[in-house]
Structure formats: structure tokens, C-alpha cells
């Protein structure tokens, strides 16, 4: 699914929020109606098995045929859906298998991707955050396993076949977190990391996006809550039109959705309320703000974008297009020979 899909994003913007529990409540149902949310992410708690997952993406694409319904399920560490679906390694396994077969891991990478997305798409969710193309130095807190290497040319390879398997699957790919978030000790869920770094030496960092970008294969990007003091020293990633506009769209030509991080991280606090949130990442060129964990915080967000859309003439943003279609090429029996032929290989990676 080429970023192309999506096009002519500026001044377009949307909330993706979240529910509590594991089916909607009358309240849930009054949320999802505002026309400023555009899309629903899942954590562990909105899980039970796969059947509890199908009902509940069913009743939401009931209610709003247009949501897309998102979740983080990266592998390792990150993988929201645990029993009934894969136990997915972390993608730092796969620079392990590269150094001992290249093409071997390549393939794993690919089937990995088709299966992580095949398995979510089978349930009724559209997408899932990734890939990582952070680059781990083995510093960061937050990052470590969850990159697919140490260099940009193995992050690049390896996520590349990672995201032609989501797309076989008919998943589109959001790459996180640009300009990368792998130099710094910090998580940023807790506290706001600085990255001294100059534009030069972020630039290796900044090739797995490009890369990506430029063969089409990213829907998608989400930016770091971690501020750069060399290109801009007063904002993070994500509240920076520098990085977002000036860099993001105008020099690396990304036509694609912009995905904030989560405006309730410790990262997003720096600029104030959550109505300030919303409004710093609105006006650096933010579409899709995440607010997550706190219903309070997404009525507010909700209520900055309505105010935004209503008298800046700003639009409503639509992610429908990132919904599909579920590319389901094999019946029943195929699907799970797949599965198991890949469950297979894992084996020696879990």
C-alpha cells in the first residue's frame, strides 16, 4: 500500500483515540460518533481472544464505518494480542540471523510482516504501528530490541522486507519514530530526551525514513517526543514545523499521514494542557493526533480540533483509505499451513 494513497495533507487533522474495556459502552458509542475522531487504538486491556476481537472491531465499523482501527503489535516487548496470535520475536533477532544468512533472514522478515498483519486483519484491525526504523546503539531504554539493527543498511533491508509482508497482507506501514530515537538514554513515555547530535550525524538516522519513503513503502510516519537542539531547540519532534514541515515534507517530499505520538507521554508535557498539546502539534503539521489512557485528555484534544476545524478552515482528516482491503489470497487451510511453516522457523529466534 503506497503512501500515495493519502495526498494533499496539509491542514488536515483527526483524533485517534481509545476505549477501556473489551466491548463499547453507551459512553464509548457517544465518543466514537464526533466526526473529529478518525481512529481507535487497542491495548492488552481491549483483549480476550480473537473471537472477543472480531466482535468488537465488528461493532465499531458498525457504528463508524471509517474508523481505523489500529494497535501496537511490533513483537517482543511490544505485542498488545499475545494468546491466540504468533508470539512474535523482537525485530532485533533478525539482525542476528542476517549475520549468519542474509537471505534467509530477508525472508523471515517479509513472512514475519505478512503474518503479524495477516493475523490482525483476520480480526478486523487495519493497522499496526510499525515498523521501528529507529537504529539501536545500545543506549536507549526505550528502543533496544525493538529496532531491526545497529546500522542504517540492515535496518533498511530488513524493515523494507518487513513491510512488503504487512503490505502482501494488505496493511499499510507507519515508520516510527522519525528522525529517530535510538541515540538516547531517555523514554520518552517518562521524561523528555534531548538529542545533541548535529543535522549531519542525524542524517544517518534519518536514511531508514528516507529510504522507505522514497521506494513508497511508508503510509505513515510518527515522530519522536525528543527534542533536537541543532535544528530546533524549542520544541520536539512532533510540536516542530521544522522537522515536520520544513524537513518531513517540503525536503524529504513525505506525502503521507503524520502520526503524533502519544500526546499523553511525559515527552508531549513540555508544551502544557492537552489543549496546548493538540494545538502545538496541529500548527507543526501534525494530521493524526494519538491521545491515549485518558479519556479526559481525548475530550479535550477532541474539542481543540473541533475548534481548529471550525474556524481556521482547516479539514477533517479521513484515514478510510489506510483501512484496506484485507488481501486474504489463501483459504482457511493455506493461512494456517503458512502460519505454522513460519511459527516453525521462530522457534530458534524466540
Known sequence: MPQSVMHNLNQHVGVVADIEGTELTAADREFLQQPEICGLIFFARNY???????????????????????????????????????????????????????????????????????????????????PVLDIETDVSQVIGDRAFGHDAVTVIALASAFVRGMNEAGMAAVGKHFPGHGAIAADSHLALPVDPRSRIELNDDIEPFQTLMSAGLLAGIMPAHVIYPAVDSDNTAGFSAQWLQNILRTELQFNGV????????????????????????????????????????????????GKQLNTSGWQRLSLAALQGPFNRAENDEQFNQRRSLIQQQLLNLL
Open 48 to 130: 480476550q481472544s480473537p473471537q472477543q476481537l472480531k466482535a468488537l472491531t465488528s461493532d465499531i465499523l458498525s457504528l463508524r464505518p471509517d474508523l481505523l482501527l489500529c494497535v501496537d503489535q511490533e513483537g517482543g516487548r511490544v505485542q498488545r494480542f499475545r494468546e491466540g496470535f504468533t508470539r512474535l520475536p523482537p525485530m532485533l533477532a533478525l539482525e542476528k540471523e542476517s549475520q549468519h544468512n542474509r537471505e534467509q533472514a530477508l525472508t523471515l522478515a517479509h513472512e514475519l510482516g505478512w503474518l503479524m498483519a495477516a493475523e490482525l486483519r483476520k480480526q478486523g484491525v487495519h493497522l499496526s504501528f510499525a
Open 258 to 305: 503524520i502520526f503524533s505520538d502519544d500526546l499523553s507521554m511525559a515527552g508531549a508535557a513540555s508544551v502544557g494542557g492537552y489543549g496546548e498539546r493538540a494545538a502545538c502539534a496541529m500548527n507543526a503539521g501534525a494530521n493524526a493526533l494519538l491521545v491515549c489512557n485518558d479519556r479526559a485528555a481525548a475530550t479535550e484534544v477532541v474539542a481543540a480540533v
